[in-house]
């Protein structure tokens, strides 16, 4: 019994040593120490041992099982620290390698662009309001006076929902006009920017979906003279000092009297060129006081109160700010075009 406690031992503290992991020395300690393990199989026999063997035996057996626990502990520490080492050296980073560029975006020059006009009617104490894209047609045409009938209404014009022609993507920015009226108080002094839609054939100048800036006054006391100034000021804060205009008649059903209002084109200053089609002038928005007959529709007592408003294409602002010739550039994102402002 003594050579087979000597042999466990000196066999085990071998095996130990030679442990390559913390799962292989689990293994041994059952194989060892377990219930079923070698030294339990020799401690088992003891029973058979005379009385006077005991003693000296069972210390014995005593101090094999220390030995093989402190040396197991031993070698679990020693498997423990150089798994550690190991991974530290797996995981290490190498701050010396160079680093990966980042890229950063910015502003979308339409964006810009409107930034900048919000900025100009902030400063001058307008608000800025946000609407709906999907739009009821009361507020889209009747409310602004383009009764039954009326050509914009056309299916051919205008994306509706609904085999009635009551629900439909906004063809302009101009229903915030009636739902500013409905929701604030007086005076009023808004812009709303926003997406607008119209069934349109893409080209250099065209676009089914694009964007306007919708822009009202009322007040009492409110003429077309303040139309004027204003838009002739944002136009100089956006295009620079001495950019002339010009006010055109024209027809709005929601406006009387209407205008468009035209910029010198900023290529040709005025001669005539292929970017303006020889006129000298380029056409930037529609206008003009606001009709009576909607002031009083919204609740508003025309023979107190007038008004006027603008609706300006976003896209056309910005292609004249940055000088870009083709309206497609806005919208397809290539990042060659967009890099550039
Ligand atoms: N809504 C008009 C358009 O889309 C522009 C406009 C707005 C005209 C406000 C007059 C007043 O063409």
């Keep these: 019994m003594k050579e087979q406690l000597a042999k466990i031992r000196a066999e085990a503290l071998a095996a130990f040593e030679a442990a390559q992991d913390s799962a292989a020395l689990d293994a041994l300690r059952v194989q060892y120490l377990g219930k079923k393990g070698e030294l339990t199989a020799v401690l088992k026999m003891m029973g058979k041992l005379s009385p006077e063997e005991r003693p000296a035996m069972g210390q014995l057996a005593n101090e094999v099982r220390a030995a093989l626990e402190s040396a197991l502990e031993q070698q679990g520490r020693k498997l423990e620290a150089q798994a550690l080492t190991a991974r530290l050296q797996a995981e290490a980073v190498d701050v010396t390698v160079p680093g990966k560029k980042v890229s950063i975006g910015h502003q979308h020059p339409m964006y810009i662009a409107l930034d900048e006009i919000k900025d100009i009617f902030i400063g001058m104490g307008f608000d800025v309001l946000d609407g709906p894209e999907i739009e009821l047609a009361s507020y889209n045409f009747d409310r602004l006076n383009a009764e039954e009938g009326h050509p914009s209404r056309d299916w051919s014009d205008t994306f509706y929902f609904d085999e009635d022609s009551r629900v439909m993507l906004r063809s302009q920015t101009s229903p915030m006009q009636v739902r500013a009226m409905e929701t604030r108080e007086l005076p009023i002094r808004i812009i709303a920017p926003g997406r607008v839609y119209r069934k349109d054939e893409v080209d250099a100048t065209h676009s089914p979906m694009f964007h306007q800036v919708e822009g009202m006054v009322i007040d009492k006391g409110v003429t077309m003279a ?28 929601f406006t009387e009297p209407s205008c468009e209002m035209d910029v010198q084109c900023h290529k040709c200053g005025g001669v005539g060129c292929p970017t303006c089609k020889g006129e000298g002038w380029i056409e930037l928005l529609g206008a003009g006081m606001i009709h009576p007959k909607v002031l009083e529709m919204s609740g508003i007592d025309p023979n107190v109160y007038s008004g006027w408003a603008f609706g300006v294409g976003l896209e056309r602002t ?24």
């Design 318 to 341: 910005a292609m004249r700010r940055f000088k870009i010739a083709d309206l497609r550039l806005i919208f397809e994102n290539d990042m060659r075009f967009l890099e550039q402002f």
């Design 226 to 253: 303040d139309l004027k100034g204003t838009l002739n000021t944002v136009v100089e804060q956006l295009y620079g000092k001495g950019t002339k205009t010009r006010f055109r008649p024209h027809h709005f059903p």
